[in-house]
C-alpha cells in the first residue's frame, strides 16, 4: 500500500537480506498475460536488478523501511468525538444500497462489524433507520447466492451488487461473525428467519467445520474438479433426476432453478421471492411448500454430498476459533441448543490443551499433531473474548480463569503502556522492522477493540478497574483518527458505547438441568443487552466466586436472576414471566 496505494492479495514482497522490503505487489499471473508480467517474468527481472543495481534496491529499501517504522507510531491520544458514532452511521446510510442490502457497489463482503453498531444503535435510542439498514441487508445476504441454501453458512463475498453470484470458498471467521449478528438481529426483531440462519450457520460448522478433537477447521475452498463452484450449482434436469415431479416443480420455483440457468448456464440456488408469494403462484398453502421444500433440501443435500467436494483448510487458528467459540456460545444461550454449547466447550478444551503451551502461552495454529508459531494480538483478544462468552453462558469457571489469563497476557506482552494501544506482535516475538498497530477494522474486527472489548467486559466481572482503564486508553489513543474516518472504527466505537452506557450486571443462580433456571435464562436470552455482563452460578458446585457473584445464592431453594448496576441489585427474580419487565426497568433506571 505504502508504494503504490493500493493492497490486495495475494501478496509478493520481495526482501533485502535484513529483511528490509524493495519491492512489492498483488497477484502476477503464472505467465504474462493481461499486461502483466507472469511471476516467473517478475523473479527473472527482479534477480537481474539485484544483480546490476543492488545499491539502488538497498537504498529504496531503507526509504520504504522508515516509511513503514514512521506510520507505526503511535499518534497523539484524544478522546473519540461525541459525534463520532452519529457520523459513522450517517457514512453507512450515505453508502447503503437500498435496493440489495449491503454498501456500496459490487463486490460486496458481508459488513458484520457495521451491522453490529449499526444494532447497537437502534438499541441505544431506538431510531429505525439504523435497524432498516440492517434488515435490509441480512435479508439480502440470506436470500442470496451467497447463503448456502442447502448446507448453510456463507461464502466469502458476492461478486455482483445483489448477493447473487458468490466467490465459493467458505471462511470459519465470516460465518462466526454472521452467526453472531444473525443472533443478534433476532433478539431485536424476533424474526424467525434470523433465527432460521443463525442455526442453519452453526449446524454447518458443528456438522462440517469442527475437527474430531474439537477445534475448528478454517476455510474451504471455492473450487472442485478445477472449476469454482461446481459443488454448489444445480441443473434443471437434475432436480427431476433426483426429485419427485412435484417437489422438483416446487423447489425449481423457490430457488430460480431454470433451464437457461442463472450463472453461466447453471443455477446458483437463491430465493428471490417470499415464501408466500411463491406458494401462492403455485395455487398452494404456504405450509405445505415449506414441508415440501425441507424434503427437497434434505435430498438435493444428500446428493450434493456425493460430489467431490471442495478442498478443505483443516489448520486450526487460534484466532479465528476464538471468534466461533463466541457465536457457539451465543448460540446455545439465544437459541437454548445445547448442542452448541458441547460443540463450544468441545473446542475450548482442544484449544487449551493443543495450542497452549506449558508456560501458558498461546500458540497460532494446529494441524494433526503439529501446534506451532507463536499467538499474534489476535489469538489472545479473540480467544479471551470468546471464552469469557462462553464462561457467560455455561458458568464453567475453567473458562473464566482462561479468559482472565490471556486478558492480563494482553496487558503484559502486547500493550504499549505510553500510548495505550496494542502492538500485533508480543514483546518477546521475532524482531521485525516494525512493530504494527491499528485501530481500525478489516475482513475481521479489530483484535485491540476486541482486546479492549473484553477488558471491559471482565473489569465489570472482577471489579478491576485497571482493565477498563486499558480499554478507556485504547479508544482514546484512537480518537484523531476515529474524527477522520470514523466508520472504519464499528468495532472500536462499540467499545465506546460501552464505555458511555451504564453497566447492567447479570446474575444467574441456578442449576442449569433445573427447568426453572431454564426459563429464567430463556426469558433472558431474549433480551438485547450488548454490554452487559452476565455470571452463571451453579449451586454446590465447587467453583470461585467472583465480586459480581459473591453472595448470590437461591432464593428460597429456588434458582433466581439478580439484575444490577455497579454491584448494586434489586431484589431476586424467581418468576420467569417477570424478566423482560425487570430488565427495561433495569435499562430506564
Known sequence: IAMSGSGGWPMSVFLTPKQEPFFAGTYFPPTDRWGRPGFATLLDRIATLWRTQRDALVEQAGELTRHVQVSATAAAAAPVPSEAIDAA???????????????????????????????????????????????????????????????????????????????????????????????????????????????????????????????????????SEGEEGKFFVFQRDELDEHLPAELAERFAAYYDVSPEGNWEGKNILHTPKSLERVAAELGIARDELAESLAEARRRLYDVRQRRVPPLLDDKI??????????????????????????????????????????????????????????????????????????YEASGQARYFDAAVAFAEALLTRFRDAESGTFFTTAHDHESLIARTREGHDGALPNPGAVAARALLRLSVHLGRSEFRDAAQSFVTAYGKAVERVPLAFATLLEVVDALDDPSLELVLVGAPEDPRTRALAAELAQCFLPHAALAVVRPNAEEKTTPLTEDKTLVGGAPALYICHHFACGAPITDAARVKQAVEKALQG
Open 317 to 390: 487458528i487460534t484466532a479465528w476459533n476464538g471468534l466461533m467459540l463466541r457465536a457457539m456460545a451465543n448460540g446455545f444461550r439465544v437459541l437454548g441448543e445445547p448442542g452448541y454449547l458441547r460443540s463450544a466447550e468441545s473446542a475450548a478444551d482442544d484449544l487449551l490443551n493443543r495450542l497452549r503451551t506449558g508456560e501458558g502461552a498461546l500458540l497460532r495454529s494446529a494441524r494433526g499433531k503439529r501446534a506451532h508459531l507463536p499467538a499474534y494480538l489476535e489469538d489472545y483478544a479473540y480467544l479471551s473474548d470468546g471464552l469469557l462468552t462462553l
Open 89 to 223: 452511521i450517517a457514512a453507512l446510510s450515505g453508502s447503503f444500497d437500498a435496493k440489495w442490502g449491503g454498501f456500496g457497489g459490487a463486490p460486496k463482503f458481508p459488513p458484520s462489524s457495521s451491522l453490529r453498531l449499526l444494532l447497537r444503535r437502534h438499541g441505544m435510542n431506538g431510531e429505525t433507520r439504523p435497524l432498516d439498514m440492517v434488515r435490509r441487508t441480512l435479508d439480502g445476504m440470506k436470500n442470496g447466492g451467497m447463503y448456502d441454501q442447502l448446507g448453510g453458512g456463507f461464502a466469502r463475498y458476492s461478486t455482483d451488487e445483489r448477493w447473487l453470484v458468490p466467490h465459493f470458498e467458505k471462511m470459519l471467521y465470516d460465518n462466526a461473525q454472521l452467526a453472531d449478528v444473525y443472533l443478534e438481529a433476532y433478539q431485536v426483531t424476533k424474526d424467525a428467519e434470523y433465527r432460521r440462519v443463525a442455526q442453519e450457520t452453526l449446524d454447518y460448522v458443528v456438522r462440517e467445520m469442527q475437527s474430531p478433537e474439537g477445534g475448528y477447521y478454517s476455510a474451504t475452498d471455492a473450487d
